[in-house]
Each structure stands twice: as structure tokens, then as C-alpha cells.
């Protein structure tokens, strides 16, 4: 491209929209797959193209996006809203009840705790504390008993039998966010 490589406009695509999946598709070798991978790229592929192994890379990029941000009704002790699951900061239980946190508010749900757990994208959400499910996308620092979100003033439990698969989950999902 004239002016600016395929690379260096990922990178502008990535301050406009942090979420953009970008594939870069080329005829040079793999010299440039280290800066591709810095600026946010998705995947690399060579040219010629195999058109199978582009649709499973579309398939792979398409399930991704469905699966990480979802509108989820809810139904909660008094009404029934709709919450994008990117909102959610964490679902946790308190005396028997089960409550979602999100970036607007604290709703009481009358799903039960399992339906979260089985509910939530997988891959954004892991279990912290017996009963404590938190979006790896608020998490800011992982302690020995603590972590600690992104949220001012907010933190969630960790268990000592949680801790390295969360630190573990926590350190995949940041690794494809970029």
C-alpha cells in the first residue's frame, strides 16, 4: 500500500477499535510476523491462499467475535434486562443469593450460580473463589489471595485451589487481546 504498510495501518485500526480481528494476507515471508503480532494482528497468512485454511481462520475469527460479547437476558428479582456480557465485571454469591456486577449497576438474579459458569464465554471468564466468577477483562493484577480490576476501589477473592488455573486463564486472555 502506498504510503502505509498493512502493518502500520493495523496499528491505527487498533486505536480506533481495540476488538478489531485483523488478518494480514501477504506475499513476504514470515520477516514481518513479529511486528504484525506487536501491532494486534490476528493472523498472518502467506499467499497463495488455501481457501481451507482461510475459512477455518474466518470460522476461528467469527466464532471469537459471537462468542465474547453477548446480549444475555436476565431476569432479576424485580425485571427482566438485557446485559452485553462485556458489561459484566463479575457474578458472585452472597447468603444463598447470586448477583452480577456490571459497569452499571448490581442486578439479583434468579439464575442460579451454575448457570453463569455454563452461560458466560469461557474464554473471558474465570472462576476465582467458590463462587466468585470474574471477567478477565476488568483484571488488573492477580495476588496471592486477591485481584485486583481495573474497576477504582473493586477486588474479588482467590483461592489458593483457584489461583494458578485463573493466573493461567488470565495470562491466555491477555495474550489474544492484543
Not at 424485580?78 to 443469593?97: A, C, F, H, L, Q
Amino acid at each position: 500500500m502506498p504510503g502505509l504498510s498493512g502493518i502500520a495501518a493495523s496499528g491505527k485500526l487498533k486505536e480506533w477499535n481495540k476488538n478489531i480481528l485483523i488478518f494480514i494476507i501477504t506475499s513476504h515471508n514470515t520477516s514481518y510476523l513479529d511486528d504484525a503480532l506487536e501491532e494486534g494482528v490476528y493472523r498472518y497468512m502467506m499467499k497463495p491462499l488455501n481457501s481451507v485454511q482461510f475459512q477455518v481462520n474466518m470460522n476461528a475469527a467469527m466464532h471469537r467475535r459471537c462468542s465474547l460479547n453477548k446480549i444475555l437476558t436476565v431476569e432479576t428479582d424485580k425485571d427482566t434486562i438485557s446485559i452485553n456480557t462485556d458489561d459484566i465485571i463479575m457474578v458472585y454469591t452472597e447468603r444463598r443469593k447470586v448477583f452480577i456486577k456490571t459497569i452499571n449497576g448490581i442486578y439479583k438474579t434468579t439464575h442460579i450460580f451454575q448457570y453463569w459458569i455454563d452461560t458466560l464465554p469461557e474464554q473471558a471468564f474465570a472462576l476465582s473463589f467458590k463462587g466468585i466468577l470474574v471477567h478477565l477483562k476488568y483484571v488488573r493484577r492477580v495476588g496471592e489471595d486477591t485481584i485486583e480490576m481495573t474497576i477504582p476501589n473493586e477486588t474479588a477473592y482467590l483461592s489458593n485451589r483457584n489461583r494458578a488455573s485463573f493466573k493461567k486463564k488470565f495470562m491466555q486472555y491477555v495474550s489474544t487481546q492484543n
